[in-house]
């Protein structure tokens, strides 16, 4: 989860059905530890109340220029003294306004007067967000400077399906967290290997391991979120797609393997977080195997080792491996480094509940190519992600 501890966000409701979505983004927000002033539009008053968001956010709620107390320069005070002005959910009418420099209520002149980047949600029934006006109105917004979240797709108010629904909460909240991270790694390309791999025994049977992708996907998030170009190669997985993210689907090692080559010689860090299967099955039967009683034998042989042959013609790019162990967990980690031309290595024990596979924290140990050895105690896999990166820098600007 990313943190937005401290930073200072006035988040600006106006009136759609949507409205009622922005309470569950106020609470997104408090819980990775931003401070959010929340102001509306009297419209949005009629979706929902303004007691709602001062209870959710534990800040006044301005919802009138001239008839609440001491609103009279917060249009000025807001706009300039908070780190990002969040418009959620944006109508075609304010979007109309504000594309034109229209300062008819606090919000409008709040945005008019503000210093602070401005990141704006549209939503609306599918006809008013493809009308050309609103469009235009899109594209004026993003050449002045506007950061414009595309609306999702989906059952909007109206019944009809299509491109205007507000988006999740998560993929907002991801956006925010870029803009306001320090974009330390701009230029930089990175691709990330995440997920298992499967092997398929017949049409129905596969073998495979327990990875579910969440240290390979908080690595590609992370990257993107400070600035980096990010592909994301990724093995059948449960996640969400992050944001911003070129994402490549593969399932069998051989199809990651593929999708890697293919994709890795432009880039500037490759980070093989994947779990890629060691072994698969010598013969896949074209129909499903029946059941027996006796015992059977699956013949196995072993998959390409991906990181090993990057490592033989790796040029300029940092290779970052990773280590699932159980035994001799840094032993074996300096022996992978040696033998596949390794920059940096990521160990962790997959052995323990609490961390590794299927959870939500790690705790691992970063080993470079000379021996150094640096341990990141456990914390969530967001946060080990980018301690990774902040490593992975230091390599690269030694």
Not at 124 to 152: T, Y
Not at 281 to 303: G, N
Request: proline share 4%; hydrophobic share 40%.
């Amino acid at each position: 989860m990313i943190s937005l501890t401290g930073k200072k966000i006035v988040l600006g409701i106006t009136g759609s059905i949507a409205a009622y979505k922005s309470a569950e983004l106020v609470r997104q927000l408090k819980k990775v530890g931003a401070v959010v002033r929340v102001v509306m539009t009297a419209n949005a008053t009629r979706f929902v109340t303004p007691l709602t968001f001062e209870t959710l956010s534990g800040n006044r709620v301005i919802w009138d220029m001239f008839s609440q107390y001491g609103t009279s320069i917060d249009h000025i005070s807001l706009g300039q003294d908070s780190d990002l002005i969040l418009i959620a959910p944006a109508t075609a009418n304010f979007l109309a306004k504000i594309a034109h420099g229209l300062g008819d209520d606090f919000i409008s002149t709040l945005i008019l007067a503000a210093t602070a980047k401005i990141l704006i949600c549209p939503a609306m029934d599918k006809e008013m967000f493809s009308n050309s006006i609103v469009q235009a109105n899109i594209r004026s917004l993003k050449e002045r400077g506007f950061i414009v979240i595309e609306p999702a797709r989906g059952l909007l108010a109206s019944g009809s399906v299509g491109l205007g629904r507000f988006p999740d909460p998560i993929i907002i909240l991801e956006e925010v967290g870029r803009l306001l991270t320090d974009h330390d790694l701009e230029g930089l390309r990175v691709l990330v290997t995440a997920g298992p791999t499967i092997e398929y025994i017949d049409p129905v049977r596969i073998v495979t391991n327990r990875s579910t992708g969440k240290m390979g996907y908080a690595m590609a998030r992370a990257a993107w979120r400070r600035g980096a170009e990010v592909t994301l190669v990724t093995g059948p997985t449960h996640l969400d797609p992050p944001q911003g993210i070129q994402m490549i689907k593969v399932k069998t090692a051989e199809e990651m393997r593929e999708a890697v080559l293919h994709n890795y010689k432009d880039k500037d860090v490759v980070i093989k977080a994947a779990a890629v299967g060691d072994y698969r099955p010598v013969r896949k039967s074209r129909e499903k195997e029946k059941k027996k009683k006796d015992p059977i034998v699956l013949e196995m042989m072993a998959t390409p080792d991906i990181l090993a042959e990057l490592g033989t013609d790796k040029g300029h790019i940092s290779l970052v491996g990773f280590a699932a162990e159980t035994t001799h967990h840094i032993a074996n980690a300096k022996d992978k480094i040696r033998e596949k031309n390794l920059d940096l290595i990521v160990v962790n024990d997959v052995s323990r509940e609490d961390r590794g596979f299927a959870a939500d924290s790690n705790e691992v140990t970063m080993i470079d190519r000379k021996g150094n050895e640096e341990t990141v105690p456990l914390m969530p896999k967001e946060e080990v992600a980018d301690r990774i990166l902040d490593k992975i820098k230091g390599l690269r600007t030694a």
